[in-house]
């Protein structure tokens, strides 16, 4: 049989093996061959695409038992990364790939998936599962977990009987260490709120705790909604629903009347601390939160974080870099990511860790200012006051 001249020029082959039998026009037949090829092609892209991995992978060591990771911490030396799960706390140390388990909680700590417990560089924060108590105990302890225990009674016992340790919505935790062996926190009673000062310093005993003074140093009537928590410079910054507060380690609280609005959270971004306020708007203090000014608007409710010395912000899966410069917000790459509700991120390692409730995902650092679309802006909307 004659090669056809047109479309195609081919060898014999295949295709003439398989038509061979069908009284097919010249036409039809090449029709044929097109959409097999097409077809061949198809499958051989689809196959590519299930052997890539997502940028974002997910930490295999954790177990089932482990992947409800409600906070994260790395210390202010860069040394550990530490993870407190549904069931234990976990730790990177500088230079390993995989995370090590420090100590199963078992009965002694009851986690609920309410709040996030608080990590500092030596010692962590716990609320009882009755939110009566708060529980410390250290972070690298020889012991599995020795914990010194702290009721809202033991603060002020003229605390109602319906006391509790307030509770932010979930993306916050329950109080704040400082740098000089304090912790803060709220209670919550029938005639109002308190903000509460926990002193303690560290011993020889089991716990490796020992608590100095309980205060409770500020009181509220009526009610307001607790939203978080922040140290810096060793002064205490709360988040209200009616106003922002700050708070010496004296136990000295003054509101900050520059905020004119309640506020969501305080972040820190190259050593200087933000207000993120309900109405959007975003203040700076440079004197360590003596005195505020406004500072630009975001168009959308989000957490804020630092990488690399680049302001980053999260909601819900998604990612964001925020840049004051240009005035604008650019969605990152979170493949991989979707559908887990982020709980932290941290830089250690050479990596990003993202927390999350169903996992610990990862990235190279290097590779983490990936834009998800280099064309398209996020849809927040930032505006700088100039």
Not at 167 to 187: C, E, H, I, K, W
Not at 268 to 291: A, R
Not at 319 to 341: A, T
Not at 349 to 356: A, C, E, H, K, L
Request: hydrophobic share 35%; net charge negative; aromatic share 16%.
């Amino acid at each position: 049989m004659n090669e056809k001249k047109g479309v195609f020029v081919r060898n014999k082959g295949i295709f003439d093996s398989v038509f061979a039998n069908y009284k097919f026009d010249d036409i039809y037949k090449e029709i044929a061959i097109s959409l097999i090829l097409i077809f061949l092609v198809n499958c051989s892209e689809n196959t590519n695409e299930t052997d890539i991995e997502p940028s974002w992978k997910l930490v295999e060591e954790l177990d089932y038992a482990n992947k409800i990771i409600l906070n994260s911490y790395v210390t202010t030396d860069s040394m550990y990364y530490y993870l407190s799960t549904h069931r234990g706390f976990w730790e990177y140390e500088q230079g390993d790939l995989e995370p090590d388990l420090r100590y199963n909680y078992g009965n002694a700590i009851t986690q609920t998936l309410e709040y996030k417990p608080v990590i500092s560089d030596s010692i962590s924060a716990y609320l009882s599962e009755d939110k009566t108590e708060i529980r410390l105990g250290l972070n690298r302890s020889q012991y599995d977990v020795i914990l010194e225990i702290i009721s809202v009674w033991d603060i002020d016992s003229t605390f109602s009987d319906n006391a509790r340790f307030a509770m932010s919505y979930f993306r916050n935790p329950v109080g704040a260490f400082n740098d000089n062996n304090q912790f803060l926190t709220v209670v919550e009673s029938g005639s109002g709120q308190s903000f509460c000062l926990i002193n303690y310093s560290f011993d020889d005993s089991y716990s490796g705790i020992k608590i100095n003074q309980l205060q409770n140093i500020y009181s509220f009537s009526p009610h307001f909604i607790y939203k978080n928590i922040l140290s810096f410079s060793s002064n205490f910054f709360i988040a209200l629903n009616t106003a922002p507060y700050m708070v010496y380690p004296s136990g000295e609280t003054k509101e900050i009347e520059d905020i004119p609005w309640s506020c969501l959270e305080f972040f820190t971004y190259k050593n200087d601390l933000y207000g993120y306020t309900s109405n959007f708007e975003i203040y700076v203090t440079y004197d360590s939160g003596e005195n505020w000014e406004f500072y630009a608007h975001i168009s959308a409710w989000v957490s804020f974080f630092e990488v690399s010395g680049r302001l980053c912000c999260h909601r819900h899966d998604d990612i964001h870099e925020v840049d004051f410069v240009n005035e604008e917000v650019r969605e990152l790459d979170n493949w991989g990511l979707e559908g887990n509700e982020i709980t932290s991120i941290n830089e250690f390692n050479g990596r990003v860790y993202i927390s999350t409730l169903s996992g610990l995902f990862y990235r190279d650092i290097d590779e983490f200012f990936t834009y998800k679309d280099a064309e398209e802006k996020s849809s927040i909307e930032l505006e700088k006051i100039k």
